[in-house]
């Protein structure tokens, strides 16, 4: 069955940098589209990032565009989200979420999360 | 961007009534290729979101049938045609036909009267 896992989060001073990691399993990781989804506390849903399949595009919120990168390695079934210069804003769990559509975003599977808290 | 504007915030229901849920786009979301790009999301209490209904109507497998998604251009609705108390949570309107960015609505909690 797909699985997606999470993990990399923590307490981190703003300013600092978190590198989170996704495990992928159950299916064809490097035939999907993948995202990250964010989640304040208390609050809704915010589209972070998507990488294609294949790696070769890659978009981002106007919110971490520029701090944060997306990335994937297939031979690892595994997705990244760099996140450089963070925020008290950027305080939320994080989602990676496949994507099986093909020309919208199908959000078919979520991960559990991981809790990103900035602060000093 | 996008913006989805989801009505009510909140939604007590008596267990057994049937509850609808309101969601407005800024823009019609009918993409060039014809389809309507628009889901809906459950969040129960401390999980993740759940995928309910795809492209306006369609049902998820493992979803129960009185889940129900309609609409079309701006306007959109899911509805409960009778509330359990497995359903209550948050839910989310998201739209994919214009992005990036995916944008998501605000969110609606159901909750048991």
């Given at each position: 069955q797909v699985q997606l896992?999470?993990?990399?989060?923590?307490?981190?001073?703003?300013?600092?940098?978190?590198?989170?990691?996704?495990?992928?399993?159950?299916?064809?990781?490097?035939?999907?589209?993948?995202?990250?989804?964010?989640?304040?506390?208390?609050?809704?849903?915010?589209w972070v990032a998507v990488i294609w399949y294949d790696g070769t595009k890659k978009y981002y919120a106007d919110s971490v565009k520029?701090?944060?990168?997306?990335?994937?390695?297939?031979s690892k079934n595994t997705l990244y989200l760099q996140m450089n210069s963070l925020r008290?804003?950027?305080?939320?769990?994080?989602?990676?979420?496949?994507?099986?559509?093909?020309?919208?975003?199908?959000?078919?599977?979520?991960?559990?999360?991981?809790?990103?808290?900035?602060?000093? | 961007d996008i913006v989805m504007t989801q009505s009510p915030l909140s939604l007590p229901v008596t267990l057994g009534q049937p509850a609808s849920i309101s969601c407005r786009s800024s823009q019609s979301l009918v993409h060039s290729n014809?389809?309507?790009y628009l889901n809906w999301f459950q969040q129960r209490p401390g999980q993740s979101p759940r995928r309910l209904i795809?492209?306006?109507?369609?049902?998820?497998?493992?979803v129960p049938d009185r889940f129900s998604g309609s609409g079309s251009g701006t306007d959109f609705t899911l509805k409960i045609s009778r509330v359990e108390a497995e359903d209550?949570?948050?839910y989310y309107c998201m739209q994919g036909t214009h992005w990036p960015p995916v944008t998501f609505g605000g969110g609606t909690k159901v909750e048991i009267k």
């Amino acid at each position: 069955q797909v699985q997606l896992v999470e993990s990399g989060g923590g307490v981190v001073q703003p300013g600092r940098s978190l590198r989170l990691s996704c495990a992928a399993s159950g299916f064809i990781f490097s035939s999907y589209g993948m995202h990250w989804v964010r989640q304040a506390p208390g609050k809704g849903l915010e589209w972070v990032a998507v990488i294609w399949y294949d790696g070769t595009k890659k978009y981002y919120a106007d919110s971490v565009k520029g701090r944060f990168t997306i990335s994937r390695d297939s031979s690892k079934n595994t997705l990244y989200l760099q996140m450089n210069s963070l925020r008290d804003e950027d305080t939320a769990v994080y989602y990676c979420v496949r994507d099986s559509g093909v020309i919208g975003p199908e959000f078919d599977y979520w991960g559990r999360g991981t809790q990103v808290t900035v602060s000093s | 961007d996008i913006v989805m504007t989801q009505s009510p915030l909140s939604l007590p229901v008596t267990l057994g009534q049937p509850a609808s849920i309101s969601c407005r786009s800024s823009q019609s979301l009918v993409h060039s290729n014809g389809n309507t790009y628009l889901n809906w999301f459950q969040q129960r209490p401390g999980q993740s979101p759940r995928r309910l209904i795809y492209e306006v109507s369609k049902r998820d497998s493992g979803v129960p049938d009185r889940f129900s998604g309609s609409g079309s251009g701006t306007d959109f609705t899911l509805k409960i045609s009778r509330v359990e108390a497995e359903d209550v949570g948050v839910y989310y309107c998201m739209q994919g036909t214009h992005w990036p960015p995916v944008t998501f609505g605000g969110g609606t909690k159901v909750e048991i009267k």
